[in-house]
């Protein structure tokens, strides 16, 4: 994909985020709930929480850091599997507290492994281990959101190909590297990679936000708001069959593109 293209495309995309974030400002923040509506008081936080690491992702675009960019959309990603599972299934938000649990537990069982001199003030081996007893073992598994939630290819294909830019491992720098033909000759260490999938990161990020955000808008769909959103619901096909088509051609020539993984759908 030529760069001059590549950098069309990407201004695009984040124009388009830009007009996606002032819709789910308004449409969040013009939410209610009722005290015992349990469920939807947490997905209200979660759609905010979600926005803000939208607004995350959109941001290590426009720096140029799409490597960062993929980290953060995974966790996106992440947040979405909750989301969605708990949105179907609002039994699943107990499941969610007993997570959080599990979570703490392991974090005070760490804490109780550092001498006493290194942790917080009354953090003792009694005060610790009365914490620890007082909280569940559940853990938190991307997967069993994921199936819940009705998305076992994304966590299969998006989830596990962004898997790759959080970790800290040496592979994650392959994209780094600037190859001779020989392909054994490293001719120099690039400090820009991936710009070709960031378009891709940005309009995944934008399909994700723009679902959260229809599943919570409890107002009524006025005629104003509803062509609002099939218009940027049109915008957001279009350049994401653009985008597709670029990558396909780039692989029918030979040169090197990166193949989209699998985005999530904006109805």
Not at 113 to 136: K, N, V
Not at 175 to 193: H, N, P, S
Not at 202 to 212: N, P, R, S
Request: charged share 25%.
């Amino acid at each position: 994909m030529p760069s001059i293209e590549i950098a069309a495309l990407r201004q695009e995309a984040l124009q388009l985020a830009e007009r996606v974030d002032g819709h789910a400002v308004e449409v969040l923040g013009q939410q209610f709930s009722y005290q015992d509506e349990g469920q939807r008081i947490a997905l209200h936080a979660q759609s905010v929480r979600m926005l803000q690491t939208f607004r995350a992702v959109t941001k290590l675009v426009e720096e140029e850091l799409h490597d960062g960019a993929a980290a953060v959309l995974r966790s996106l990603v992440e947040q979405n599997f909750v989301f969605t599972a708990v949105l179907k299934d609002p039994e699943l938000l107990q499941q969610a507290v007993k997570v959080e649990e599990g979570e703490q537990r392991k974090a005070l069982r760490a804490l109780s492994t550092l001498p006493l001199d290194c942790r917080p003030q009354g953090m003792t081996d009694e005060a610790l281990s009365e914490a620890i007893e007082m909280r569940g073992t559940a853990s938190f598994e991307a997967f069993f959101w994921a199936q819940k939630a009705g998305l076992e290819f994304t966590y299969q294909t998006l989830w596990r190909h962004l898997s790759f830019n959080a970790h800290g491992a040496l592979h994650a720098t392959n994209d780094y590297f600037e190859m001779a033909e020989d392909g054994e000759t490293v001719l120099r260490i690039r400090k820009t990679v991936l710009a070709d999938r960031s378009i891709d990161f940005v309009l995944t990020a934008v399909g994700i936000l723009m679902e959260c955000a229809g599943a919570m808008d409890r107002q009524p769909m006025t005629d104003q708001r509803r062509a609002r959103r099939e218009l940027l619901g049109t915008a957001w096909n279009g350049l994401r069959d653009r985008y597709y088509g670029f990558v396909e051609a780039m692989n029918r020539t030979g040169d090197k593109a990166s193949s989209p993984p699998n985005a999530a759908v904006a109805e």
